[in-house]
């Protein structure tokens, strides 16, 4: 049942975002997202968070928009996702690309209203989960400042998932990450192919950006993207060492507006990398801090409204 008052407002707010692609000739109940992630969320979040949470957490759902399995079957989604995660409220959305689509769907969950959310939970539609409780031991570790992000134990079951080592693990952060950036991932990370949870891990000095995790497990910069391993590299270090500055000043900013009593955060900061002829988001920006490393740059823009391009009926 939900709670009122002042207990309430104290319960937290979680957003689970995953892409999903359709596989051909398969029915809906034995697509990845049925087959492998409803049934490992619903058996993992223990029945206690469900109950607390019941109308604090959110699913979204990104589809490419000429995905023609999942637009002809938005509504089946919804409808069968309410017995299994009848405790979420899901949504679908569809984008040109699967590549911008992470971005999008993070600054839509951080822009609800309703239950502010404090956690943004990524995940794929392959994954399951190795225990129960994991999310809120997550937002535990996080709310005590043990981890900025926190790896869930899960296992990826997609042959394609060990293209990319360093995004097979699922991650938790804190709503303050989307306080801090203007968008969840620099869109570069994706332009040269390189690995999201590359760059988060080192942004908050989880590991050094390019060896091992946490936990010891291997991380992988990327592949593909059409450019050199060189080049790859030296943007994930440089947008890595540009989000460490950012959120070193966000750190300062936000200290020192709590001694003086200010309530107004730091503006958001999105990094963008100088490396060689790396490509660079082509609105103007105006450029308020550099980092001591000529390739390492960040642009601060005004807060603006990111809205999915198309919403299943």
Known sequence: MPTSGRASASLPSVAIITTIRSVPNVPLHEQPLFAKLVPSLSRTITAGEKSRMRERMHLVLCAREDDTFYLENAKNVSRALRKPLGFMYPKIFFYPSLDVSLNEAMLYAYAIQEHQVQFLHRTFED?????????????RAIDMRHVAVARPAAARTSSKASAALADNRPTVVS???????????????RAVGASVNTWLLGAYGTSDGASTDASGAPLSVGSGGGVSETRRQQTVASLVACARHVISSYDDAAGNGKA????TPPPRASCVAHVGKAPVPAQPTTVTSVCKEQWCVMRRRPARAHLPLAQAP
Do not use: K, N, S, T
């Open 127 to 139: 994954v399951q989960y190795a225990r129960e409780a994991w999310l809120g031991d997550a937002m």
């Open 175 to 189: 709503r303050r990450h989307l306080d801090i950036f203007e968008e969840y991932h620099p869109p570069q990370l």
């Open 260 to 263: 003086a009593g200010a309530g």
